[in-house]
């Protein structure tokens, strides 16, 4: 069984950084097209950011610029470098291990002054 662990969620103002973390077996992160995906209230969960194993990043067109998918060195974790951050930005945000369909539990980011 496929376990992903979201963290570092949480509230934050207007232009202000998070990063979020998702840890999962090294063989997954590696191996797998990893992504983060979120979900407004009342809207469909829509891709955020999305690495592949050779290293090749894609991004949400409303996010280009702002955020940055990454995986730590030690091939544990996937990051997602959030700046400028923007109520727009508000949601439950997932991780995803594409190649193996699987799903984390989701972390609260909530931009707001």
């Known amino acids: 069984q496929v376990q992903l662990v979201e963290s570092g969620g949480g509230l934050v103002q207007p232009g202000g950084s998070l990063r979020l973390s998702c840890a999962a077996s090294?063989?997954?992160?590696?191996?797998?097209?990893m992504a983060w995906y979120r979900q407004a209230p009342g809207k469909e969960r829509e891709l955020v950011a999305a690495?592949?194993?050779?290293?090749?990043?894609n991004y949400a067109g409303s996010v280009q610029g702002r955020f940055t998918i990454s995986r730590d060195p030690s091939g544990d974790l996937v990051y997602l470098q959030m700046n400028n951050l923007k109520p727009d930005d508000t949601a439950v945000y997932y991780c995803h291990a594409a190649g193996y369909g699987a799903w984390g539990q989701g972390t609260q980011v909530t931009v707001s002054s």
């Open positions: 090294r063989s997954i992160i590696v191996n797998s097209a």
């Open positions: 690495i592949i194993p050779g290293g090749h990043t």
